[in-house]
């Protein structure tokens, strides 16, 4: 049985309907705010309570005795896929104790829910590309220093890393971190630019363009995204030996990207085909907390649980942009 946070989010939704796709049984936590609109996330929920192997609680990851409640009330719990986390790099700039509570207090509270679960295998739980802030080297390691973050939202990934680092030098627990980069597909999060811009020009009004489209991202399909999570939870590190293991504990860091950064303008003009509109673009600087590219190496992540994406842009966008006219028609 699995515990899996974050499950009415963008990723836990598909990540929970992939797990019960092929027979396991999902406890789902979600607190269900309003970072963006919650109609989205009960319309997620709805789809995943049609399967009776889900059982749901809408719950703070932060309050240590509800997460404590739920692993006694289901004690065949082996697995955790924590998701839960405030995402967003510019939302942080506004309402930073949003993320000290999600993505510090949260994770605290989930290492010590894998510290008591008996006959725990693995935790597995999402980072961020994030996290390699203002890093120059590409493509991004998981060997490279990240002491550079270069905003909130950053350095709370980070601190979840090593705040898991501890926790499996210490109890012993086998762990894995994802760091995602730039993630999208249907039923994804409104405040993504993939998202944020399709709306805005399916609705004839002006898009942002930071940096003055000087900007590179590695698109990251939603399905793609989901295989490697079950990848990952599938290979959980025997001990601090394995060659990826750091430092000699059972916690090992992967890269789950697509391998090819993209322009930011060929981006645009992708949705602006799938839509058939011309977007008037608002060229901008650089927003605070952003950075100008991203790059995934998953040599890592293909070498020890086979993680090897398939969708290019070109055909994901495509496909978002259908799911969108389809669910706001």
């Known amino acids: 049985m699995i515990l899996l946070t974050g499950a009415a989010g963008f ?15 999902v406890v789902g936590v979600d607190v269900m705010n309003d970072y963006y609109d919650p109609a989205l996330k009960e319309a997620r929920l709805t789809i995943l309570q049609e399967n009776q192997h ?39 700039l506004e309402s930073p104790y949003a993320y000290g509570r999600s993505n510090l207090d949260g994770h605290l509270v989930m290492l010590e829910a894998a510290r008591h679960c008996k006959g725990l295998t693995h935790f597995v739980y999402a980072s961020s590309s994030s996290v390699y802030g203002g890093n120059m080297k590409q493509p991004f390691s998981t060997d490279d220093p990240v002491e550079r973050p270069v905003s909130l939202y950053a350095a709370t990934k980070r601190a979840g890393e090593l705040l898991t680092q501890s926790y499996s030098h210490l109890y012993g627990i086998p762990a894995t971190g994802l760091r995602f980069f730039t993630v999208y597909g249907p039923w994804g999060r409104p405040d993504m630019a993939y998202f944020s811009f399709t709306r805005a020009i399916s609705e004839d009004r002006p898009i942002d363009v930071f940096n003055h489209g000087n900007m590179k991202r590695d698109f990251t399909w939603i399905d793609d995204c989901v295989a490697g999570v079950l990848g990952a939870l599938d290979h959980p590190p025997a001990d601090g030996e394995d060659a990826y293991c750091l430092h000699g504990t059972p916690h090992r860091l992967f890269n789950l990207g697509n391998n090819r950064p993209e322009k930011l303008l060929d981006f645009i003009e992708l949705i602006e085909k799938a839509l058939g509109k011309t977007a008037e673009k608002i060229m901008a600087p650089m927003a605070p907390g952003d950075v100008v590219e991203t790059y995934a190496d998953i040599d890592a992540a293909h070498a020890v649980f086979g993680y090897d994406p398939q969708t290019p842009l070109n055909e994901g966008i495509p496909r978002f942009v259908a799911w969108y006219n389809g669910f706001y028609a």
């Open 11 to 25: 990723i836990g939704f598909h990540t929970a309907q992939a797990l019960l796709a092929r027979g396991e049984r």
């Open 54 to 92: 889900f059982n749901f609680y809408k719950t703070d990851i932060a309050d240590p005795d509800a997460i404590q409640s739920i692993m006694k009330a289901h004690p065949a719990i082996d697995r955790i896929v924590h998701l839960a986390a405030q995402a967003g790099v510019r939302y942080s």
